[in-house]
């Protein structure tokens, strides 16, 4: 069983930057899908980002696109959300999962490993 845990999360101003960390350990495949969700008070987990693990391939959801980036470091087993020019919007919690194989998805019924995320906050 792969374990995540997320870190990075806090509180800053609007137009700041972030860098969220995912650690995975434990039970590893040949190939699998890190993918980024958020959910913010009362709305639904929505997709934020993903990568493929062995090629590097990622995908960004277009509220997102342009402001933040997904990347990952194979030698550590952490993928990263570097988050830009930060939004209140932006504000919820933010969740790291992952998904057997090449998962192109954005639902979250997909990938059946989460961390416990972590808290992001942004004031105008």
């Known amino acids: 069983q792969m374990q995540l845990v997320e870190s990075g999360g806090g509180l800053v101003q609007a137009g700041g930057s972030l860098r969220l960390s995912c650690a995975a350990s434990g039970r590893t495949f040949s190939d699998y899908t890190m993918a980024w969700f958020r959910q913010a008070p009362g709305k639904e987990r929505e997709f934020v980002a993903q990568i493929i693990w062995t090629t590097g391939t990622t995908f960004h959801a277009d509220s997102v696109k342009g402001r933040f980036t997904v990347s990952r470091d194979n030698a550590k087993n952490t993928v990263y959300l570097q988050m830009n020019s930060l939004k209140p919007e932006d504000t919820a919690v933010y969740f790291c999962?992952?998904?057997?194989?090449?998962?192109?998805?954005?639902?979250?019924?997909?990938?059946?490993?989460w961390g416990q995320g972590t808290q992001v906050s942004i004031s105008s």
């Open positions: 999962a992952a998904a057997v194989g090449r998962r192109y998805s954005s639902s979250p019924r997909v990938y059946d490993t």
